[in-house]
């Protein structure tokens, strides 16, 4: 990625991101909108956006939205696919898991299967490995495999997985062999993990304790893998690798970017600090990186009217509430994950209703009357929040890309061959890339 020509073009466009998504429609943001792109995003018709703007279509483009297309392309990078053949779960193994969890499982594990048999590697160690569904399957596959997780719950529940999957294997051996009349196979323990099969409780960082635990547990050459490692993770599993001689490759598919609290983490290259230095670039904040980690433009793309017309009152909504909050020294505070349910967006009404369920908000009559004012007055622009919403997910991929690239320079920076694929449907799985890297 050329990172001057990425920087300059985010610089210019960064009226488009730079603000918590809730504040879309207050005046200092929308201010800063030039005076052509205003009027375009409120009266371009949706339809017509989606197929001349987010598709490849050019269909009576203005010529200022034609340029912002053409330097899009400009930035975007095209990663290689990953098309090995996947390994299978049996039904006892996928048990508890989503329709996408399974479809990362399989991918991952099957990629990391090709990787360390292209490297010649047997050992993997495996960061923030859950409830160990992953490194069954490279067990399966002959690989000896360290499961290091933090979460003290996850990592008991991964042992007891591992325990009942060898008690279920060793049963089945020996029904197998009293079918075929054999004599009785050799007896072993069924409360015993998968044979190699290792759990550890670690909280992986860039720490002395980690060094620790890494000098004691890998003692051959290894492939050290990690999916979806949120915020700092990534660039300490990098940085770790980088140290140890004993990680031959790395596998790390990162997420929750603007979950980083470490400054250092980005940018991590010196080619990236030293551009953002040069240009002056300040827009790398919490709202930028929270951008480069949502869905892509293939959500976009599957959205019916109605998710759009359900989307654009929810960003609405949840604006003008905003606005209303700021206005009368309201702190707010969502009660759950998603502050909006669908029955929440079929009107203001019912938003208005919901706000003690969803932000423990107790309005009196008054403050109700005010919150409806601020409400009236930004209603007119629902085309224009959903059409904004759209050219965020073209600056997703470019900000996700950014993110990935600057890991990748990174490895570079140390003398290690570094590149990355693509292993996940983005539909089904937004995070789908992966940053390999392996010694010479």
């Known amino acids: ?75 975007r990078l095209c990663f290689t696919p990953y098309e090995g053949q996947l390994v299978q779960m049996t039904q006892d193994s996928s048990r508890g898991l989503s329709e996408k969890k399974k479809h990362e499982v399989l991918n991952f594990a099957s990629f990391i299967i090709d990787r360390c048999r292209a490297q010649d590697l ?27 997780e933090s979460n003290q719950q996850f990592h008991m529940t991964a042992i007891r997985r591992s325990k009942e999957s060898r008690s279920r294997r060793v049963g089945r051996r020996k029904e197998s062999s009293v079918k075929e009349g054999k004599e009785d196979v050799k007896e072993e323990k069924e409360s015993s993990s998968l044979p190699g099969m290792n759990h550890v409780n670690l909280f992986f960082d860039n720490s002395q304790t980690t060094d620790e635990v890494l000098m004691k547990l890998v003692k051959e050459p290894s492939m050290l ?157 629902l085309n224009y929040a959903e059409v904004l919403t759209g050219l965020q997910f073209l600056l997703q991929q470019i900000i996700e890309s950014l993110i990935i690239s600057d890991r990748v320079q990174y490895l570079k920076e140390h003398q290690l061959n570094a590149q990355v694929f693509t292993i996940f449907d983005d539909f089904v799985s937004p995070r789908n890339k992966v940053i390999v890297a392996q010694r010479e």
């Open 122 to 148: 047997i050992s993997v160690f495996d960061v923030g490995s859950g409830l160990g569904y992953i490194d069954e399957l490279l067990v399966d596959a002959g690989l000896s495999v360290i499961g290091a």
């Open 1 to 75: 990625m050329d990172f001057r020509k990425c920087l300059q073009f985010l610089e210019e466009y960064r009226w488009i991101f730079d603000f918590k998504v809730t504040e879309i429609l207050e005046e200092g943001n929308l201010s800063r909108v030039p005076t052509n792109w205003s009027t375009y995003l409120q009266t371009v018709q949706l339809d017509h956006f989606s197929q001349s703007v987010i598709s490849s279509q050019s269909r009576n483009c203005p010529d200022f939205v034609m340029r912002f297309k053409q330097k899009i392309e400009q930035c």
């Open 225 to 381: 893998i990690a999916l979806h490692a949120c915020g700092d993770l990534t660039p300490d599993i990098l940085t770790k690798f980088i140290q140890f001689e004993q990680f031959r490759c790395v596998s790390v598919v990162s997420c929750c970017y603007h979950k980083m609290k470490n400054q250092d983490n980005f940018p991590l290259s010196q080619a990236l600090k030293c551009a953002v230095k040069e240009m002056d670039i300040n827009f790398f904040t919490e709202y930028f990186l929270r951008l480069g980690a949502q869905e892509t433009v293939a959500r976009w793309e599957r959205m019916t009217p109605e998710d759009h017309e359900v989307h654009s009152r929810n960003v609405v909504f949840r604006s003008s509430l905003e606005i209303f909050a700021k206005q009368e020294g309201i702190l707010l505070k969502r009660r759950r994950r998603k502050p909006l349910k669908k029955e929440d967006s079929v009107s203001f009404s019912a938003f208005v209703d919901h706000l003690p369920d969803s932000y423990g908000l107790h309005l009196t009559e008054e403050e109700q009357a005010r919150l409806w004012k601020v409400y009236k007055s930004k209603e007119t622009l």
